[in-house]
């Protein structure tokens, strides 16, 4: 797994973070030392998966990167559920073809590029995925992408959203990002590389308030929603349609 250094040189200019090539090559890495309990929270949605994929109907993970969560799935779902990832980044749908290959996934599955603030086409879902990704949708289009995901969901189907959120309190905020960074500098992050990835990320990555969250699965044709993993500004949610 390439080492993640995209941000260990000092630059002149910070440029808006994206997910091009420079970031698919060292994604794993990233995820691993930058997002807690990545692993833990992937077996988790592979729990709640396998209890809501039906045979027949289709898996979607819309931000899917580079498919780990396809990888972790393939082992215990029905052979019948059908996998969508869909991604607007192709170098990074070009690493989760090598890594479905490499992991023999069998089953029938389709790869899509395409940018998730346009109407995308969900289709007969039982479950749908969305890991730190809605983050990266315009807040603007964010009811309507919610509104348009649970159309193609079935009955008691669910949506598994993986947030970075925002408290109410400003203090709690801000001892929550403290927390995360001190995080990211016991996983080998200098303050230069936190500082330098926090300014590229600052006009890409907006995150709602847990309660607006819930607001918006609420007001777009899901029925209840829960917390299912919660670690300071990280939290995991569920949605039954
Ligand atoms: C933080 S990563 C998601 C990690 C991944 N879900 C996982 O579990 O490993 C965000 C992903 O969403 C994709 N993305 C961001 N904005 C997008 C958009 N508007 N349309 C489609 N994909 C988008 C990026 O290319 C990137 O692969």
Known sequence: ???????????????????????????????????????????????????YAVDGTQLYDLGCSTCNAFVKLDPILPPNVRFVGIDFSNEMLDRAREKINQHGIKRDYQLICADLNEDIEITNASVVIINLTLQFIRPVRRHRVISNIARGMTPGSCLLVVEKVLSKDPKINRSFIKYYYDFKQRNGYSQLEIAQKREALENVLIPYRLEEDFELFLSSGFSFCDLFFKWYNFCGMIAIK
Request: net charge negative; no cysteine; glycine share 4%.
């Open 1 to 51: 797994m390439a080492h993640d250094y995209l941000f260990s040189e000092k630059r002149d200019q910070i440029r808006d973070f994206d997910f091009g090539k420079d970031t698919a090559v060292v994604f794993d890495d990233m995820l691993d030392r930058s997002v807690p309990f990545y692993s833990e929270v992937q077996r988790m949605i592979g729990e709640i998966a396998s209890d």
